[in-house]
């Protein structure tokens, strides 16, 4: 089922800025009718407020919370394209002091922050006829050693994206499960990769594989390149 995102209303999770803020932006130049920004911090999506008006609406939303997202839905059960581009991801190699608590940490946000949007959002995407975007990772089909622990959760994440496809076949909700390489974000700076694509090579690749009806979407040259690890 091809998805165009022209005249849909769309949530975008982490939209107050690197990729999510790309995604928003994106939708909105493709003719997007609406889109929430679903943030921590509600004041950091105010320039995004200033510049698109009534097209964007800011709630409150933090994925490592059941209680937080489920609220989230209640207030934009008229969404039909739900993006989890939320995430978290810092250096940290699998041997070294904290890394039980790192990991931790990333699996509530990365993976298990999925789960709480897919559950939250279920009925929802189904009554609209909808998709979820899940912005996954290169490292979520290959393992960095400067970013174990991010890798872990992300083939996590990724591996529960495949089972939602499933799932949510039988309700008419499309998945479409994107893994960027490095992007011009401060993480994939932090990680120490020199070479990067832009934000919106990802943006632009969800509009073309939403279009195209894909469930992979590998949008850089890195990760076409690794692409092949599946």
Do not use: W
């Amino acid at each position: 089922m091809s998805i165009s995102v022209e005249n849909k209303i769309a949530l975008v999770t982490g939209a107050n800025r690197g990729i999510g803020k790309s995604i928003v932006e994106t939708f909105l130049k493709h003719g997007a009718k609406k889109v929430y920004l679903a943030v921590r911090d509600t004041d950091s999506t105010k320039a995004l407020e200033e510049k698109y008006g009534d097209k964007v609406a800011t709630l409150k939303a933090d994925v490592s919370k059941t209680e937080s997202i489920e609220n989230l839905a209640k207030h934009a059960t008229d969404v039909e394209i739900v993006v989890n581009n939320a995430g978290v991801g810092s250096p940290q190699s699998t041997i070294s002091n904290g890394v039980e608590d790192d990991l931790q940490f990333q699996f509530n946000v990365n993976t298990l922050g999925l789960l709480r949007i897919a559950n939250s959002f279920s009925n929802i995407l189904e009554n609209n006829k909808g998709a979820l975007v899940q912005l996954n990772s290169v490292a979520s089909i290959k393992n960095f050693p400067k970013l174990s622990t991010y890798s872990a959760s992300k083939a996590a994440s990724y591996s529960l994206t495949q089972g939602l496809r499933a799932d949510f076949q039988e309700k008419g909700i499309r998945v479409l499960s994107v893994h960027p390489g490095p992007i011009d974000t401060d993480m994939a700076e932090k990680a120490g990769f020199e070479e990067t694509s832009t934000k919106e090579t990802v943006s632009e690749g969800i509009v073309s594989a939403l279009q195209s009806n894909d469930f992979h979407l590998f949008p850089d040259k890195m990760a076409k390149k690794n692409r092949r690890c599946l």
